[in-house]
């Protein structure tokens, strides 16, 4: 995930982005997630969502 590019801890990203560490934690472990919660880890670490998405 970005995160790890971005040098920000789960519990930076949650309270940048306004989700959860526990969704945070998920996502990086490679669970999904709803659009909107992409929408927003993404705005927060500044990337297009879509690099976010992994195939």
């Not at 789960?10 to 526990?22: D, I, N």
């Amino acid at each position: 995930m970005a995160m790890l590019d971005s040098n920000q801890n789960a519990l930076q990203l949650a309270e940048k982005s306004g989700v959860s560490r526990v969704t945070i934690s998920g996502v990086k472990c490679g669970k999904s997630c709803s659009k909107s919660t992409a929408e927003k880890l993404a705005k927060a670490l500044n990337v297009p969502v879509e690099q976010l998405i992994e195939e």
